[in-house]
Each structure stands twice: as structure tokens, then as C-alpha cells.
């Protein structure tokens, strides 16, 4: 709702001329290339795909035109609006309906299974982090207990009743940092933090729900690669900063020897993480051992660092993690006894009236955030280059994660939403390939149910839990967050950082460099930095550290109307195209060479 009040009160440009937008794909001949000059119109490769757009405007009035009119590429079937209430989600069912019972038989199958351990072992390793994170900072207000419950129930509820199953729910680095902000909040105010956040909780269901039943999850379509590739560093580096802030900080706690060998247990999980990451791409063992290998480097790590935890003994003290019995909540500190205490699940709002309009307005950065992060997730995993073959389907997950965060805060529990790399990367590993290309994916709700039941059933079994070391959680979070931005991993923007260091006869030949002067593309590189400045910039402004999410409200009008006075429609298309350092190796040198030259 702010977006589009935004964009209305600062839309004063003309039409944009339509440029042409080529995809550059492996498979694609130059001939190829020229027919899409001739035939597609597009000013940037949108995250949404390359549909070519049409002058048929959608359903919504107004909103539809201008939707249409600045929306930098055709907008899905499956997001536009029908001009009628609740119509998104139940266009959502009835597409779906037809895939219920092959929902459930195609995920009797081997690569369900794996896939599913696969995802699991990478979510539940970084949800527990992040609670031990919410933990540390609430003084045990809200911790592992709250985490894995609300993505274990939200996750099997999403799962079996969205028509969008396959996103990975969960609560994610931003929510971890909002949740703690949340906590200082109710700090500086004097109020009971379980009231605001429950009101919170109220608002930001409340305003998910309208979004989904007005089907305004279409003006994600207004968003580029220019937002996506800063906010997926933004998250990635809010991972990291998590995790070396709790090696930092427990220098200042306990002995140095304690503290030194959690820095060694958290630095060998993060190198051993990376170094097994990358070893499908080596020549050793077969092929199927290396991948294997490569899909459960994460696991493989920690499960190594626990056991060389417990080699000193009694010499060395090792933190670990502290959970409750019975599916209990965390016990939180209390100050007056120096004892962990226990608390009752049911919350409930509660607290002044003040209290309702603080959590109104802390609610509105939190649902532009979930905007973001479940739309853009969304997309990102039903792309068709996935081989995603059941359609693809928005409103009714967003309608459901708005029902997750209006019900979850009132028993405590974080908010949740889909999650950025992981929902993609989910699906790639229930994928058959065959000489590079993509045979079968196994779509299904069984694949999800098994990952978010396995992170319910494992409060049952806490004494296993608390053999992870405090140390081996902060390797957890660093590395989920430097994969997410190391060069050549998909992430453009990381990749022209990196070209700001590199002399221009050294560019690989990708459209960023090649439809762009150096100077232009450097230019942009920086622009994005400044953007991600302001987003860490707004983490330091105490109280109104709440508010990140707006600034990146902010990128989108940014990219939309700023950019294009001083970048060219042409310069735009390269420098927002869909090709990373990632596909570089996919991407024929030859025939880009030979287009751009034309």
C-alpha cells in the first residue's frame, strides 16, 4: 500500500520508450538473437521472466494501467490482477486443483527424500542460529524453542493447504533483526514486549491478508535485478555480521582459551562449508559422489566440528546450546532471581493503548519487508528455467503467511516468511538432469512436509540439539551469508564489485560489460552501494532502525525514474539483465560478442 502511494504521488514522467530486450541463453543461436530484437520489447530483464508485454491492460482500473504502463516487462498470468476481491487466490485453487492428487504421488520418490534432507539440513542449521541470535539480544524472551516451532507448524500447514507449496517458510535473518529491534523498542518504551509484539503481529496479518485479497502482489512487477541482487547482500550481510558479532562478544564474556576455541570451532566450519561447497565442480571421486559431497558440505561441517568439540575435555570450556523440554518456550533471564524462567505459551495482546499504535507503525516497515521477501521468493522458484511444470501461484501463500504472522505473535513466536536462497535452491535439488539439462523436476507437498517436520519433531529430542557449540552457530550463520555473496555465485552486483578492481581488458563478456562503457557500469555499481549503505545506515538510528524495509521501498522509484536520466534504455538492459558471473560459463562468448556488435 505505501509503494503504490509512493509511486502515485511521485509518477510525473511520460511513458518510458520501449527498448529491445534479447535473453541470451546457450541454447540460442544468433539468428535466435536477431528475431528477439525484432520481436521483443522490454527495458530491462525483469525478475518475473520474458514474457513479451501486450497493450491489453489487466482487470483493476486505474491501478491496472498504471501497473502496466511502468511495470519493466509483461506481467504474469498468475499476477494480474482480476479486479475482484479474494479473485488472486481463488484463480490460485482452481489452477491448482487439478495437480492435488499428483501433488502427493510424485513425492513417493528417491529424490524426495534427498532433496528433502538436503533442505532440511540447510534450514535447520541457520533457523537454530538465528534463534540462538534472538536468544542472546531478548535474554532468552524468544529463542531456538520459538523458531523451529513456528516454522515447523506454519511450514506443514503451507505446505499441505497453499497453492504454492514448494517456497521454503521460515523466519529469516531480516525477521531475526526486526524481532530484536521489536525488543529494544519495547526496551526504550517501557512496555511488555509480548503485548507489542502480538499487536504487531495483529497489524502485519491484517495487511498481508488485504494485499493478497486486492491481489496487489502484481506491483512486485515493478521491481528489477537493480533491487533484488542489494537486498539479497543486505541479508546476506546481516547473516554474517550475526555471526561474527557472537564470536566478538564472547571475548568479553569468558576466558580467552573458552573464546579462542569457539573462534577455531566457528572458523573451520566456515572454511570446511565452502571448500566442500565447491567440490562438485572438481574432478575426484565420480560424479554423484562429488555432488553429494558438495549438497551436504553444511551438514558434513557441523557434524564434524561437534565431534572435534568435545576432544578437550574438561581442559577447555565449551558453550553450547540451552533449549527447554516437552515443546516448552524458551526460559527467559530474570534479572530479580538470576534464573531462567519459564513461561506460558499464550501471550495474547495486551498493554496500554499506546501499544496499538506503536505496533501499527512499527507493522508497516515488517509488510513491506514480507513484500519483498515472499514475492521475491516466490519468483525466483517457479521460474520456468527451473522446469517447473504445475504454474506458478502468489496470492494464496501470501494469504496464508498473513493468517502464520497474525496468529503466530500471539503466543510469542517470530514472524515467517519465504526464504531467500532457499527456496530456489529447493527446488534445484529435487531435479533430474541428464547431460546439463533438466529431465524432471518432483514437485510435490510431501518434499516440504518432510523438511518443516523434521524441524518440529527435533524439539523432541533437545538433549541432541544441545550438543551443537555456541561457536559452531556463529560458522553457521557467517557462511549462509558469505555463500550468498561469494563472486561467481549468482549475484551480479558482488560480481561488478569485484570488476571495480579489475582492468577493463580483464571483463569476462557479459551484457553488463558489454552494453556498458566501464565508467557507466562502475557508475551503477556504485549507486547500488550507496543503496546498501543506507539500508546498513538505517540499522545505527535506534528506534527507527525499525523502518529498514521503507528505504528499500525507496530503490524501487529510484530504478524506475532516476536511473534512466543518466543510464540509457541500452546501458539499463545491460547492466539489469538476468546473467551473473554464475552462467558466465553457459553463455556462448561468440555470439554476444557478434550481437552486441551489431
Not at 482480476?82 to 490460485?92: S, Y
Not at 542460529?129 to 516454522?151: F, H, K, N, P, W
Not at 525466483?380 to 498473513?402: C, M, V
Not at 543518466?566 to 538492459?573: A, K, V
Request: net charge negative; proline share 5%; with cysteine.
Amino acid at each position: 500500500l505505501l509503494l503504490l502511494l509512493l509511486l502515485r504521488l511521485t509518477h510525473t514522467m511520460k511513458d518510458k520508450e520501449e527498448v529491445f530486450h534479447v535473453d541470451i541463453s546457450p541454447h540460442k543461436s544468433i539468428n535466435d538473437f536477431e528475431s528477439e530484437k525484432r520481436n521483443m520489447a522490454s527495458d530491462s530483464t525483469p525478475l518475473l521472466g520474458s514474457a513479451i508485454k501486450d497493450t491489453e491492460l489487466s482487470a483493476g482500473g486505474v491501478e491496472g494501467s498504471f501497473l502496466e504502463r511502468n511495470s519493466p516487462a509483461e506481467i504474469p498470468e498468475a499476477l494480474r490482477r482480476t479486479g475482484v476481491i479474494f479473485g488472486g487466490i481463488r484463480r490460485d485453487y482452481n489452477q491448482r486443483r487439478q495437480f492435488w492428487k499428483s501433488d502427493i504421488l510424485d513425492g513417493f520418490t528417491a529424490k524426495t527424500l534427498s532433496g528433502s534432507l538436503f533442505m532440511f539440513f540447510a534450514t535447520f542449521a541457520s533457523t537454530i542460529a538465528l534463534g540462538d541470535v534472538a536468544d542472546r539480544v531478548t535474554g532468552g524472551v524468544v529463542g531456538i524453542s520459538e523458531y523451529l516451532m513456528m516454522q515447523g507448524i506454519s511450514g506443514i500447514l503451507h505446505s499441505l493447504f497453499s497453492a504454492c507449496p514448494m517456497p521454503i517458510l521460515r523466519p529469516t535473518g531480516p525477521i531475526t533483526a526486526f524481532m530484536t529491534d521489536l525488543f529494544a523498542l519495547s526496551e526504550n518504551l517501557e512496555v511488555e514486549y509480548f503485548g507489542l509484539l502480538a499487536w504487531t503481529g495483529i497489524w502485519v496479518g491484517f495487511f498481508l491478508i488485504v494485499i493478497a485479497s486486492l491481489d496487489l502482489s502484481a506491483y512486485i512487477c515493478l521491481c528489477t535485478r537493480f533491487l533484488h541482487d542489494i537486498y539479497a547482500v543486505f541479508v546476506c550481510t546481516i547473516y554474517i555480521t550475526d555471526g561474527v558479532g557472537g564470536v566478538y562478544e564472547r571475548f568479553a564474556k569468558v576466558e580467552w582459551c573458552e573464546a579462542q576455541f569457539a573462534l577455531t570451532l566457528s572458523f573451520s566450519v566456515i572454511v570446511a562449508s565452502v571448500i566442500l561447497s565447491y567440490f562438485g565442480r572438481t574432478r575426484v571421486f565420480t560424479k554423484r559422489i562429488r555432488q553429494t559431497i558438495a549438497d551436504y558440505a553444511l551438514a558434513i561441517s557441523v557434524f564434524t566440528a561437534i565431534g572435534v568439540s568435545y576432544y578437550p575435555g574438561s581442559r577447555v570450556g565449551v558453550s553450547r546450546l540451552h533449549l527447554p523440554r516437552d515443546y516448552q518456550p524458551t526460559y527467559y533471564y530474570n534479572e530479580t532471581t538470576g534464573e531462567y524462567d519459564p513461561r506460558s505459551w499464550w501471550q495474547g495482546p495486551n498493554g496500554p493503548g499506546m501499544v496499538v499504535g506503536v505496533a501499527l507503525l512499527a507493522s508497516i516497515p515488517i509488510v513491506a519487508l514480507f513484500f519483498f521477501d515472499q514475492l521475491f521468493s516466490c519468483i525466483l522458484g517457479q521460474k520456468a528455467e527451473l522446469g517447473i511444470k504445475k504454474g506458478e501461484y502468489y496470492h494464496s501463500s501470501f494469504f496464508l503467511i498473513g493468517i502464520f504472522n497474525m496468529v503466530g505473535p500471539l503466543f510469542g513466536l517470530p514472524f515467517v516468511t519465504a526464504s531467500l536462497p532457499h527456496s530456489p535452491q529447493f527446488v534445484k535439488s529435487l531435479t533430474d538432469w541428464e547431460d546439463g539439462r533438466i529431465v524432471r523436476v518432483h514437485e510435490s507437498r510431501v518434499a516440504p512436509f518432510l523438511v518443516y517436520l523434521g524441524c518440529f519433531l527435533a524439539l523432541a529430542i533437545p538433549t541432541m540439539l544441545e550438543t551443537i557449540p555456541d561457536g559452531v552457530v556463529n560458522g553457521i550463520l557467517t557462511y549462509v551469508g558469505l555463500a550468498g555473496i561469494l563472486p561467481g555465485e549468482g549475484n551480479q552486483f558482488i560480481d561488478r564489485v569485484v570488476l571495480l578492481f579489475t582492468h577493463p581488458e580483464d571483463y569476462p563478456k557479459m551484457p553488463y560489460t558489454q552494453l556498458a562503457s566501464p565508467t557507466k557500469m562502475n557508475m551503477y555499481t556504485v549507486i547500488q552501494l550507496l543503496c546498501l549503505a543506507a539500508c546498513w545506515g538505517m540499522r545505527f538510528t535506534g528506534p527507527f532502525a525499525l523502518a529498514f524495509p521503507l528505504v528499500v521501498v525507496l530503490f524501487v522509484p529510484i530504478r524506475l525514474w532516476l536511473l534512466p536520466k543518466f543510464f540509457t534504455q541500452e546501458e539499463l538492459r545491460g547492466l539489469d539483465s538476468e546473467h551473473s558471473a554464475a552462467n558466465f560459463g553457459q553463455i556462448p562468448g561468440s555470439a554476444i560478442a557478434r550481437y552486441t556488435a551489431d
